[in-house]
């Protein structure tokens, strides 16, 4: 076997001045041509360890032990002027987000001009413009003068992340770390970047480290994958392994958080939150949220152990639950029946517009009590400003709109205070839409006052049998939403919709802005909700996947128009429309990557 | 940035749409006029429409009822408001501003226009030693963030900032121009007719006065504009790129950290218009701000419109300037007006 | 189903303050906060207990002019022969008790301008900015003398002209800082609620303003300052025979090599004052960035 181009040996990163680790002991390998992709949910450290790869922290971290060889030289010994030379040429680094990683006010030529200039790619001019040509038809972007001379504001979102890929590979690195680089992109852009880079990589012979929080999209690119929890890899193993038959706990929750569209399958959240630097206790960081722990787990952390081939899993009980072989995911409860008789939500001839431009083209779409009905469609297809016409925040539209076969008006205010009661909307993002000068009892109250004529106590009391309906202890009530995690503030807002007794929720992507673990939980509480409280659900989502556990019809949008139609079951297993089908193909699945690797 | 954004919006708003890099520039100047077409309604409504009868304020107790008859009639303050107003808008059109009641009574652009010259020459030496002073006091600031440097510039900055410039210029007279160093003239001795850079002596206590009362604000701006800069993902790539700190600081950070303060510096030019009243009047310069206030003191209304529009049309013009610069250098901004 | 069950077990942060309390005590922690604090303390004291310790009559003719310190006039007498130390201990009172007034205003009228501005946007936004435009493009001292010129230097007048020019500054940072806020999640909850227009800008919006509006009114207090100090100064604020710092200078600075103390104390007061103000007013600032970036919010 040939040695590995990049070996991480102990790395550890700390909090500047008061030296707690962000992440410690972190060890791993990536041979020539070798993806690995690093797994792990917010705060895992995860991105940490890909800038350390360069020598590099976030301002307050610092570097202080480990080592991280590339062909065999430890980089972080190196003289600022020696860290120079390696990055951009050796190693190479492709960011999150290229809208922000590219210099607004430089055009693309001068961006990718310098990196080669820098480091002395190519003995003329004339070379280097020649590699630059070459570049940016490899990541299958044009290369004449118009293109160059653009500024990265007038490129797509897409083409951005290509130029981040072509400035990544333009000196021929021999290790290269993408950070999310697909993040924030449509479907379609994200396969077509992937395989971009799948075919870079394995065509050059670089070593990648793919660091992701999607587990599909690590699954469709990656040969070996490393799990990160809490600061520490949790287990390290070929990807086949580690995603059909985890030996450590949290993958194997993680696997099971995730939504697939090959059948019906229950999301199982992980209950708590990891800790955080600083916070992290004796023991397995995992153990307070696992189902399998033990006391042993509790007295000191598990260090990293062979559990088979290429497979390392840090847990004391790993021979055990490696031989539980492969998880079984539990079905989803039935959906309830919708009632047939009348139509709780009616949308005919919709169309809307943001100022001059037309945004929506005849929408026509209904939803019956009781039923789930999912909008799905790329960013920008016009599915949440038609959630929000609906809503009565987006009132520039024509149309009609009718609750219970009564026309709606358009705009919250003009509509009566039984409309707006019945209809309630949860935001995309809890961190934006609970006021961050509110008490969690005053923003589930909110509603009440409006709506509902009560006194002191009985205020109090509904708010807190809202809080247990939603999961929370009411203990939340005096709290700030700062002083909560993500998923618990997206239970508040759950928890202040429902507080106005509605019959119908409009979620707009609720479970975007959160980790897969969390999404899983929110999901499950959303269809229990709809079971129990016999609610009408509009889902809006852009998750091709997540609408299988939970929504029985689906319309799918694209470019403002309904496209297509129908059961869930039949749209994704027989789509009709080419856009559908398109969109099917293009979303990356665990499962069917799985499939195809076998 | 984002006030310029908003304007453009605003300007969008208001006024025809032709488009491009000029019609923005159009859009904006016509939008500059008619702030001061607003402006002077204000000047005039606060000259002539205050309660107090600008006649009598003027004559104060030894007005008889002949010379409080014959100053209306000069100052036309018989007519309906709105003629008054139009009689003298159409006035400066024409240059001619009405003629000053204090002295020989000459027109109100023979007594301000030997003064513009002192006065310009002071702003002008002023914003030269401060604009760069406070552009490079900011960016070093920034990129030694949290050092001694930054601790020290943004104590004596906000300390600087917080003083009344008569109070700095008083400060300064006391330290260089009386007991310590008497080469310093405490007062600005230039007779009329004289070129100031002539008598560059006198020159030097007001160009610090109003140097330390601009130089803090474009510094605080710029170092936090530097700061939001040198903490962004393009400069945290340029440098992952193995680009030479020298060029990560010269080519990606400086350009766009300027641009947010192009808005501030214009700001505070024009802010030097409203410091040389205070500033000229301690050191007597014999400028449009000493001018000014010995016309408020003798309640020479003429003259005070006069001077009351000037520094306001200043105050416009670089505002306009400032905005339109911003567009220049920003290529986002200005691909967005194609 | 142990996902959301588990979801239920007790929060485990223990602190819970409200965020304009955690804003102060951050700020507090600072030493420039800390110093401000004091300076202005030791100010106001001044002006609101000196005129109690003052020997003499200030308006009162003491000794010769310019009399060098010493006897009972420990700083002397000014160019009319009055203590000025009397003199000194009467004159903080009218500068604070005017520059607080002007403030007062300004704040009132800019946080409501600039709020709704901010909220309804369109046409009422373009008018009312405009109108903060037209008050902008004077600088506060050339229009306060426009003002004088007509009226007269009455003390009614200044409060209010120098609270006009407060109010279109004070509007912008209200306007800036509310349109991201408004733009929020929470703000649209409120909308689609159906909440009364009053209660969502006073009850949704403004709390989530304090910090800049703190900072603000700490830094317009300080331009108030300086700029009722100017008036005076420039002899446009309280008349002879008044005590007023602004005034003494004015009336002492051709004396100033003879007998500096007439200028020198109402000088280093006023800057103490300021310096005071814009200390606390950086403090606050410092606090609420931190806040603002560690609080997520």
């Known amino acids: 076997m040939t040695p590995p181009v990049l070996e991480v040996v102990g790395l550890r990163v700390e909090v500047e001045g008061r030296g707690d680790d962000i992440v410690d002991d972190i060890s791993f390998a990536i041979g020539a041509g070798e993806v690995l992709g690093l797994v792990g949910e917010s705060g895992s450290g995860k991105s940490t360890v890909g800038l350390a790869l360069l020598g590099h922290t976030r ?125 924030g992109l449509d479907v379609t852009t994200q396969a077509h970047v992937l395989s971009t880079v799948r075919d870079l990589c394995s065509a050059h012979g670089v070593a990648a480290l793919y660091v992701s929080h999607d587990l599909a999209v690590v699954a469709t690119l990656a040969d070996r994958v490393a799990v990160m929890y809490a600061g520490r890899i949790v287990e390290n193993g070929p990807e086949r392994v580690l995603f059909r038959a985890a030996a450590h706990p949290y993958t194997r929750r993680l696997v099971e958080a995730i939504p697939e569209m090959s059948g019906r399958h229950a999301l199982e959240g992980i209950a708590g939150t990891a800790p955080r630097p600083g916070q992290r206790a004796d023991g397995c960081f995992f153990a307070p949220r696992c189902t399998y722990a033990v006391e042993a787990c509790t007295i000191e952390l598990p260090p990293l152990e062979q559990s088979g081939e290429g497979h390392f899993v840090r847990c004391v009980r790993h021979a055990e639950i490696s031989a539980l072989g492969v998880s079984e995911r539990r079905p989803a409860p039935e959906l309830p029946e ?65 609750l219970y076969g009564k026309p709606l008006a358009a705009g919250a205010r003009a509509r009566s205070r039984d409309d707006r009661r019945r209809l309630q909307y949860i935001f995309q993002s809890p961190y934006s839409s609970l006021n961050p000068r509110k008490t969690i009892a005053q923003i589930v109250s909110q509603p009440l006052g409006l709506f509902f004529d009560l006194d002191h106590r009985e205020t109090h009391e509904r708010v807190v049998a809202t809080l247990e309906r939603v999961r929370l202890n009411p203990s939340a009530m005096t709290r700030y939403p700062h002083e909560l995690s993500g998923g618990e503030r997206q239970r508040v807002a759950i928890a202040r919709a429902l507080a106005a007794e509605p019959t119908l929720l409009v979620c707009d992507e609720i479970t975007s802005a959160l980790d897969v673990s969390v999404q899983a939980a929110i999901i499950d509480l959303i269809a229990e909700l709809q079971r129990e409280m016999k609610l009408g659900l509009l889902f809006v989502t852009h998750n091709l996947a997540l609408i299988r556990t939970i929504a029985e019809e689906v319309a799918v949008m694209n470019a403002g128009r309904i496209v297509e139609r129908g059961k869930v079951e039949d749209v994704l297993a027989s789509p009709q429309d080419a856009y559908t089908k398109a969109l099917l193909a293009d979303t990356p699945s665990m499962e069917l990557a799985l499939a195809a690797g076998a | 940035m984002s006030t310029v954004a908003a304007g453009f919006e605003r300007a969008r708003g208001i006024l025809p749409r032709p488009r491009g890099v000029w019609g923005f520039v159009l859009r904006r100047v016509l939008l500059g006029l008619l702030t001061l077409f607003l402006v002077s309604i204000v000047v005039f409504a606060a000259t002539q429409t205050l309660p107090g009868d600008a006649a009598r304020a003027f004559l104060g107790r030894n007005a008889t009822p002949e010379s409080l008859a014959t100053l209306r009639k000069q100052l036309h303050l018989n007519e309906p408001v709105v003629s008054q107003y139009l009689h003298w808008l159409g006035g400066i059109f024409r240059g001619d501003l009405g003629n000053s009641l ?81 080469f310093l003239p405490p007062v600005s001795l230039i007779p009329p007719g004289g070129h100031p850079w002539n008598y560059p002596k006198e020159l030097v206590l007001p ?54 303060a192009i808005q501030v510096i214009a700001l505070n030019l024009a802010y030097l218009a409203g410091g040389i009243v205070v500033v000229e009047f301690v050191f007597a310069y014999p400028g449009i701000g000493s001018a000014f206030v010995g016309a408020v003191h003798n309640r020479d209304l003429p003259t005070v419109q006069a001077l009351g529009i000037l520094i306001a049309a200043a105050y416009v013009f670089l505002n306009v300037a400032a905005d339109v610069a911003t567009i220049l250098v920003s290529p986002r901004l200005r691909t967005s007006l194609k | 189903m142990s996902g959301v069950a588990a979801a239920a077990a007790p929060l485990a942060l223990p602190k819970r303050r409200r965020p304009i309390v955690v804003l102060l005590r951050r700020a ?127 003390l009614w ?45 006073l009850g949704e919006i403004l709390p989530n303003i304090t910090s800049p509006l703190m900072v603000e009114a700490s830094l317009r207090l300080t331009y108030a300052i300086g700029l009722i100090a100017s008036l005076s100064f420039l002899g446009f604020g309280e008349q002879p025979p008044a005590a007023d710092w602004g005034l003494m200078i004015n009336e002492n600075q051709q004396g100033l090599t003879i007998q500096p103390w007439g200028v020198l104390m109402p000088v280093i007061a006023i800057a103490l004052l300021t310096i005071g103000t814009s200390l606390i007013g950086d403090g606050l600032s410092r606090a609420s960035a931190g806040i603002d970036r560690t609080g997520g919010e």
């Open chain 1, 59 to 183: 301002r307050g971290a610092r570097i202080t032990g480990g080592e991280v060889r590339v062909e065999g030289r430890d980089i972080l010994g190196l003289s600022p002027a020696g860290l120079r030379g390696l990055r951009g040429k050796t190693v190479s680094y492709v960011p999150q987000d290229p809208a922000s990683a590219l210099n607004p006010a430089l055009r693309i030529r001068t961006q990718l001009e310098e990196v080669l200039e820098t480091h002395a790619f190519g003995d003329s001019r004339a070379a280097r413009a020649a590699r630059m040509r070459e570049m940016l038809e490899e990541v299958l972007l044009p290369s004449d003068d118009g293109f160059l001379r653009r500024y990265p504001h007038q490129l797509s979102g897409g083409q951005q992340q290509r130029v981040g890929l072509a400035m990544a590979f333009a000196c021929r690195p021999r290790v290269i770390v993408l950070d999310e680089p697909t993040t």
């Open chain 2, 102 to 182: 204090t002295g020989s009574q000459q027109p109100v652009t023979s007594v301000i226009g030997a003064r513009i010259e002192n006065s310009g020459v002071l702003m002008l030496i002023a914003a030269v030693i401060s604009v760069p002073l406070s552009i490079a006091l900011g960016a070093i600031a920034a990129r030694r963030r949290d050092g001694v440097f930054d601790h020290t510039t943004s104590i004596v900055l906000l300390a600087l900032a917080a003083l009344p410039e008569f109070v700095t210029a008083i400060l300064l007279v006391v330290l260089l121009g009386t007991s310590l160093f008497h």
């Open chain 1, 338 to 402: 919708p009632d047939t008789a009348t139509t709780l939500v009616s949308v005919r001839g919709l169309d809307a517009w943001h100022g001059d431009r037309q945004f929506l083209f005849g929408i026509d779409l209904s939803v019956l009590p009781r039923q789930c009905v999912a909008l799905v469609g790329e960013s920008g297809s016009g599915k949440t400003t038609l959630a929000r016409c609906i809503a009565g925040l987006h009132r520039d539209f024509k149309g009609e709109l009718a």
């Open chain 3, 28 to 154: 507090w922690r600072l030493p420039r906060t800390k110093v401000g604090v004091l300076l202005m303390l030791l100010l106001v004291g001044t002006a609101l207990i000196g005129p109690f310790f003052a020997p003499h009559d200030p308006a009162a003719f003491a000794n010769i002019p310019y009399g060098k310190p010493g006897g009972s006039t420990p700083l002397g007498t000014d160019a009319l022969g009055r203590d000025v130390l009397s003199r000194f201990l009467w004159g903080g009172r009218s500068i604070l008790g005017l520059s607080t007034a002007a403030t007062a205003i300004g704040l009132v009228l800019g946080v409501s301008i600039g709020l709704v501005s901010a909220y309804s946007r369109g046409l009422l936004d373009d008018v009312l900015m405009r109108i903060m435009d037209v008050i902008l493009a004077f600088p506060s001292i050339v229009l306060a003398l426009v003002a004088v010129s007509t009226v007269g230097p009455k």
């Open chain 3, 157 to 201: 007048l200044i409060v209010l002209v120098v609270g006009l020019t407060t109010m279109p500054r004070v509007a912008r940072v209200t306007r800036g800082a509310s349109a991201e806020i408004v733009e929020r999640d929470f703000v649209q909850a409120a909308e689609a609620l159906g909440e009364p227009r009053a209660k969502l800008l």
């Open chain 2, 207 to 260: 160009v610090i006065a109003l140097v330390f009362a601009v130089t803090p604000y474009i510094a605080r701006i710029m170092r936090a504009s530097m700061i939001e800069v040198l903490e962004s993902d393009y400069v945290e790539m340029a440098r992952l790129k193995g680009l030479r700190e020298q060029t990560v600081l010269w080519r990606h950070a400086l350009p766009n950290g300027i641009a947010p």
